[in-house]
């Protein structure tokens, strides 16, 4: 009997304290054609962990189009209070990042002379670390909306793999 009220009490406990989000970068979809999904626990009501999921749709000749293929994204969110406003966050994060790009190769003659270029098609894997500021609203009933923006520099210096890695979102989804 004290196993099933310590399991219902525990079971509202649960519920009262919202602590999973699951969320979908709206963003991404729309600008890019690629799909973020993203999956948050929440410490308490100052911090939380996180991990976004990165796949880009698009074909490459597209203009807006991210360099990346696949991005996997932890992360560590601290809340704070900013000028009376609630739910802003600073956000540490390390993205596993792999996508291809063209880079030139040189072609030489027999003396070591170069006579032409020509461009070769690499796949790169890299890790960025990088900083983000963003804002979460949260309704009664538990639907999200996350604005964030950042940005995080490649360590590996992986050939073909951008200096730069970019972190946008508008995410939309629901805490429960």
């Known amino acids: 009997m004290k196993k099933r009220i310590f399991l219902v ?12 989000e699951v969320k979908f970068d709206v963003f991404d979809l729309i600008a890019f054609k690629a799909l973020e999904l993203t999956y948050q626990y929440n410490l308490n009501e100052e911090a939380s962990v996180g ?3 990165f796949n880009n749709l698009s074909n490459k000749n597209n203009i807006f189009n991210h360099r990346e ?21 600073i956000e540490g994060f390390f993205a596993i990042n792999s996508g291809k790009d063209f880079i030139s190769v040189e072609i030489t003659n027999d003396l070591g002379l170069s006579i032409d270029s020509v461009s070769k098609e690499v796949e790169y894997t890299d890790g960025a ?48």
């Open 9 to 20: 009490v525990f079971l509202i406990s649960l519920s009262v304290h919202s602590q999973h």
């Open 51 to 53: 991990v976004s999921i």
């Open 129 to 176: 670390f990088g900083l983000a500021f963003g804002k979460s609203f949260i309704s009664p009933r538990g639907f999200v909306l996350d604005l964030y923006a950042g940005i995080g520099r490649n360590l590996f210096d992986s050939n073909g793999s951008p200096s730069i890695v970019p972190r946008l979102g508008i995410n939309t989804g629901f805490r429960f």
């Open 69 to 89: 293929d696949f991005t996997i994204t932890p992360y560590y969110r601290q809340y704070f209070l900013l000028g009376g406003v609630s739910n802003m966050y």
